[in-house]
């Protein structure tokens, strides 16, 4: 299957500071990009659908200034957890599909964000 | 909005035991079916999928899945586990109308003990 890349694995950031994780399609244009969140022993809850080139869609309850999500290419979407607190640590996972509505969505490796 | 319903956190079974995990949806409309297996420090890998045609769906390393429409259902199924399939399997829905987004179920752990 195709890939997808997380950066990094896993980061440990401060209070109050910024934490970027990048979500890369190697092999594939990723016309549509997914960022989940999963919480300890919970399964995935999506957090916001972006299509290359244009605004992410948010899911109920996700504050959109505090999750920054840009999809500015083909191969590349970023998510910018902003003014991080210690609530925010989580698991992080994108998943990234091509154009078509039969093609299924390929997964990153996930992003441990630890906020102390 | 669709959601979706594992009946089992956590399910141990012994090496050549069969296995048969239950998902459930709620959705009315058309949907693609999904399992996806997460081995420990893995990422999600697709187990297999329904788009439409034959409801009994085959897929990678044994594993199986009925979609039974009347039962919103799409239970996965191995005649024979090995240890090496200890991991969590979670089932994901995508509805016809949602461009894309999956909602997945709670997930379940699944432990083969040699």
């Known amino acids: 299957g195709a890939v997808v890349s997380q950066h990094p694995s896993w980061v440990i950031c401060k209070s109050g500071t910024s934490v970027k994780i990048e979500c890369r399609s190697l092999?594939?244009?990723?016309?549509?990009m997914f960022w989940y969140r999963q919480f300890p022993k919970q399964s995935l809850m999506l957090m916001a659908t972006?299509?290359?080139?244009?605004?992410?869609?948010?899911e109920q309850g996700v504050e959109k200034d505090k999750f920054l999500i840009n999809h500015a290419s083909l191969t590349l979407s970023t998510l910018t957890v902003t003014s991080a607190h210690p609530e925010d640590s989580s698991f992080y996972i994108c998943?990234?599909?091509?154009?078509?509505?039969?093609?299924?969505?390929?997964f990153g490796q996930g992003t441990r964000l630890t906020v102390v | 909005a669709q959601s979706v319903s594992q009946h089992n956190h956590h399910v141990i079974l012994s090496e050549a035991a069969s296995l048969e995990l239950g998902c459930n949806y709620s959705?009315?409309?058309?949907?693609?079916l999904f399992w996806y297996v997460q081995y420990p420090g893995q990422h999600l890998q697709l187990l297999l999928k329904?788009?439409?045609?034959?409801?009994l769906v085959k897929g990678i390393k044994g594993f199986e899945a009925e979609f039974i429409k009347s039962k919103f259902s799409f239970n996965l199924r191995k005649p024979s586990v090995q240890w090496s399939d200890t991991a969590e399997y979670f089932c994901a829905v995508r509805a016809g109308t949602s461009y894309g987004k999956l909602t997945f179920g709670q997930g379940t752990i699944l432990t083969v003990h040699p």
């Open positions: 972006s299509n290359e080139g244009s605004k992410a869609t948010y």
């Open positions: 998943s990234a599909r091509g154009p078509g509505s039969a093609t299924e969505a390929f």
């Open positions: 329904y788009f439409s045609g034959d409801p």
């Open positions: 959705y009315g409309g058309t949907v693609n």
């Open positions: 092999d594939f244009q990723a016309t549509t």
